[in-house]
C-alpha cells in the first residue's frame, strides 16, 4: 500500500477515542512506563514499546463486538508516550539524590518536571508531524513496523488474522510470566545469585570476569540486535579487560581488598571515570552534529507552513490532516512555563535566575524535541540522541548558572540537573511522538486524537513513575553501592548527569581519566567518521562504546548474548529475522515480566514502614544462594534456547505478524 493512501480513507469516521480505548491505553502506559523505568535504571539502555502495545490493544480490543484498527493505534499511542516519558525521567531524576539535593524523591516534583517536559515534546512536535511526514517524508523505521502489526487488526485482514493475533498476544503474556518467575526466583526466593562474576590477581595487576544472569538484558540485546550489543559491548572490553588490567600494572591493586573486591574497586573509584569523560565527549560531538537537522528541521517547517497559509482558507482539512490548533498549542504552553518558573525560583532562591533557567529550558527543549523528531525519521527512535543532548544541556546549563551562581553554591547541580530533566523528557518525547504519528498516517488517523493521547500518555507515565522509583530506591537502591544495597541498580546517565554537575561547581572529578575518557571518545569518533565515509554499516556510535565502558561489564555481557541470539536466529532465517516480530514479542514480555516482578518485590518494604511486623524480603528462601550464580546460568540458558526456538519457529510463526499473505 502506497504511503499516501491510509488503511482508513480520509472520508471514512471510525470511533478513536472511545472509553475502552482510554481505560486500556491508561493502563498499558502505566504498566510500560513502570516497566521501562526498571530497565532503564538497571541496564541503562530502553526499548520502544509500540509493537508490544499494538498486539496487547489488539488482543483486548477483540474480545469487545466492535473495535477497529483506529482505537488500536490510539493505545499504542498513549502507551508508547507513557514508556518514552520513562526514559526522560530515569536518566536524570535520580541525579537529584545522588547530588544530595533530595532525601527522597519528590513526588510533586518529579510529577510536575515530568509532565511539562513531555508536554513540551508533545506541542513542540505537532507542527513538525506536517512538516517531517507529509512534506519531506522521511522514513520513521519503527513507525512503519508498528503501523504493519495494526494492519492484522484491521477489518480489511482475513479472518485467519484473528488466531494470528491471540497467538501473539499468548506469547506475550507466556514470555512476560517467564520472565517474572525467573526474577521471583532470583531476587525473591534467591535460588541463586544475580551474575556469575570472578577475578584472579596476576601478579600486579587483577583481571575479570562476569555474565548478569537476567533474562531481560538478554531480551534487550535480542531487541537491539548484534551491532548495536557488541559496540557497547566493545565499550566494557576496552574498560574492563584493557584499562583495568592496565591500571593495575602502573598503580597496583588496592592493598585492603583481594580478587573480586579489588576488580570492582578499581572500576567504581577509576575507571569508571574514564567512561563519563568518554560519554562527555559524545555528548559534545551530537552536539555539533545537530547543526545540520535542526536547520533541516527548522527549513521544512517553514516551508510546510507556508504551503499551508498559501491554501485557500475556505478550504476544509481533510480529517487525516487536521492537527491540534494553535489555540490548543499556545495557551498551553505558556502555561507550562509558569510553573517550571516557580520550581526554579524556588531552587535558586530567586526569581531573575528563575525566569532566567525557563528561557534556557525552553529554548533548549524545543531545539532538541526538533532534533529528536528529525533523527526519529532519518534513523528511527532507537538512534534518539536523547543522553548525548541531555549532556550537552546539563553542562551548558551548570556553565551559565556558574556565571550567576558563583563556584560551590549548594544549589548549583540541582538547578542544572532540574534544566536537564525538562529537556530530556522533552527529547524522549519528541522522537516518540513522530513515530506513532508515522503510524497513524499510514493507517488513516486523525492526527488531534492522537496528539490529546499523547497528552494522557504522558499524564499517566508522570504519575505512575515516581511511585516506581521510590519503591526500586527501597528495595534495590540507585547509583553507587551502600552497605545496605551492595548490587544496586547502576542508573548510568543519571550517575554521569550527577557527576558532571558536581564537577562544574567545585566537587571535581579525576581529570585525568576523565582526560583519557574524552581521548578515547575522539579516536571512536574518527573511526565511526570513517566508517561512515566508506559507507559501512558497522558503524561505533561514541555514546553506545561509552556505555559500555561506564557499565559493568557482566551487563554488556549479557547484552551481547541476546544479540548474537538475534545474528543466530536471522542466519537461520535466511537474513529475514528483521520479517519476524515472534523473536520481538518474546523478548518484550520477557523485559516486562521481569520489570513487574522487580517493583512487586520491592512493595513489602514499602509496606513494612506502614505495617512493622511485615518482612522485608518475606519470600527469602536463603540469606544466600547456596549455589551461587550457577543454577541461574542453567535457567537463563533455557530462556535462550527458548528465545531462539520462538523466533525460529515453524513458516506460520513467522508470519504471525508480518501481514505476509
Not at 74 to 101: H, N
Not at 343 to 355: A, E, N, P, T
Not at 401 to 427: T, Y
Not at 557 to 562: H, I, M, N, P
Request: aromatic letters at 8%.
Amino acid at each position: 500500500m502506497k504511503d499516501d493512501q491510509p488503511v482508513v480513507p480520509a472520508l471514512v469516521r471510525l470511533p478513536e477515542i472511545t472509553v475502552k480505548a482510554v481505560l486500556l491505553s491508561i493502563l498499558l502506559a502505566a504498566v510500560l512506563a513502570a516497566a521501562n523505568g526498571y530497565v532503564g535504571l538497571f541496564a541503562g539502555m530502553t526499548v520502544s514499546a509500540s509493537i508490544p502495545a499494538a498486539v496487547a490493544s489488539m488482543a483486548v480490543l477483540r474480545l469487545f463486538r466492535k473495535s477497529n484498527i483506529l482505537e488500536n493505534n490510539i493505545v499504542q499511542t498513549a502507551a508508547s508516550s507513557g514508556e518514552a516519558l520513562a526514559a526522560g525521567v530515569i536518566f536524570t531524576i535520580p541525579a537529584l539524590l545522588l547530588v544530595g539535593y533530595w532525601p527522597d524523591f519528590a513526588y510533586w516534583e518529579t510529577v510536575l518536571i515530568a509532565i511539562v517536559g513531555g508536554l513540551l515534546g508533545v506541542l513542540f512536535t505537532i507542527p513538525l508531524r506536517r512538516a517531517l511526514i507529509v512534506t519531506a517524508r522521511l522514513r520513521f523505521p519503527e513507525g512503519v513496523a508498528t503501523a504493519e502489526v495494526l494492519k492484522v487488526g484491521g477489518a480489511d485482514r482475513k479472518a485467519s488474522d484473528y488466531g494470528d493475533t491471540m497467538a501473539a498476544s499468548r506469547s506475550l503474556l507466556w514470555s512476560a510470566t517467564l520472565g517474572a518467575l525467573v526474577k521471583f526466583g532470583e531476587s525473591g526466593l534467591r535460588l541463586w545469585a544475580d551474575a556469575l562474576e570472578a577475578a584472579a590477581l596476576a601478579g600486579k595487576t587483577v583481571f575479570y570476569g562476569g555474565l548478569n544472569l537476567s533474562p531481560a538484558l538478554l531480551a534487550v540485546g535480542f531487541i537491539l540486535g548484534v551491532r548495536t550489543a557488541m559496540v557497547v559491548f566493545l565499550g566494557g572490553f576496552i574498560g574492563w579487560m584493557l584499562l583495568l588490567p592496565a591500571y593495575g600494572l602502573i598503580y597496583g591493586v588496592p592493598p585492603d581488598r583481594t580478587g573480586l573486591a579489588a576488580a570492582l574497586s578499581i572500576w567504581s573509584e577509576q575507571i569508571r571515570y574514564v567512561g563519563i569523560g568518554a560519554m562527555l565527549a559524545g555528548g559534545l560531538w551530537t552536539l555539533t552534529r545537530l547543526r545540520e537537522p535542526v536547520w533541516n528541521s527548522l527549513q521544512t517547517l517553514r516551508a510546510s507552513y507556508r504551503a499551508s497559509g498559501s491554501m485557500d482558507p475556505n478550504r476544509e482539512v481533510v480529517r487525516t490532516e487536521q492537527d491540534a490548533s494553535i489555540v490548543w498549542i499556545v495557551p498551553p504552553l505558556i502555561l507550562s512555563l509558569v510553573p517550571m518558573a516557580w520550581l526554579y525560583s524556588r531552587v535558586v532562591d530567586s526569581w531573575l535566575i528563575g525566569l532566567v533557567m525557563t528561557l534556557v529550558m525552553g529554548i533548549a527543549a524545543f531545539l532538541f524535541s526538533s532534533v529528536a523528531a528529525y533523527m526519529a525519521g532519518l534513523v528511527g527512535s532507537s538512534s534518539n540522541p536523547v543522553s548525548g543532548v541531555t549532556i550537552a544541556t546539563i553542562m551548558m546549563a551548570s556553565l551559565l548558572l556558574l556565571l550567576f551562581l558563583g563556584p560551590g553554591h549548594p544549589a548549583g547541580p540541582a538547578a542544572a540537573l532540574v534544566i536537564g530533566a525538562v529537556v530530556c523528557c522533552a527529547a524522549a518525547m519528541g522522537g516518540d511522538n513522530l513515530q506513532d504519528l508515522k503510524t497513524g498516517h499510514l493507517v488513516g488517523a486523525t492526527p488531534w486524537k492522537q496528539q490529546v493521547m499523547q497528552v494522557v500518555g504522558v499524564v499517566t507515565g508522570a504519575l505512575v513513575l515516581v511511585p516506581v522509583l521510590s519503591l526500586l530506591q527501597a528495595k534495590y537502591g540507585i547509583g553507587l553501592p551502600t552497605n545496605d544495597h551492595p548490587h544496586p541498580l547502576t542508573a548510568p546517565q543519571a550517575t554521569l548527569m550527577a557527576n558532571l554537575t558536581r564537577s562544574v561547581f567545585g566537587v571535581g572529578l579525576p581529570w585525568p581519566l576523565v582526560g583519557l575518557g574524552i581521548a578515547i571518545g575522539i579516536v571512536v569518533i574518527l573511526v565511526d567518521r570513517r566508517q561512515e565515509r566508506r559507507g559501512s554499516l558497522r558503524r561505533l556510535p561514541v555514546l553506545a562504546v561509552a556505555l559500555g565502558i561506564y557499565l559493568p561489564l557482566k551487563l554488556s555481557a549479557a547484552v551481547v548474548l541476546g544479540g548474537v541470539l538475534a545474528a543466530l536466529a536471522s542466519k537461520k532465517l535466511g537474513g529475514r529475522l528483521e520479517s519476524s516480530q515472534s523473536g520481538l514479542l518474546f523478548s518484550a514480555g520477557l523485559i516486562t515480566g521481569e520489570a513487574l516482578m522487580g517493583i512487586v518485590l520491592a512493595m513489602p518494604i514499602a509496606l513494612s514502614g506502614i505495617w512493622p511486623a511485615l518482612a522485608s524480603d518475606p519470600f527469602v528462601l536463603f540469606a544466600s544462594p547456596p549455589l551461587g550464580g550457577w543454577p541461574g546460568l542453567v535457567v537463563v540458558m533455557v530462556v535462550a534456547w527458548l528465545l531462539y526456538r520462538v523466533a525460529v519457529g515453524s513458516q506460520d510463526n513467522r508470519r504471525t505478524l508480518s501481514g505476509e499473505s
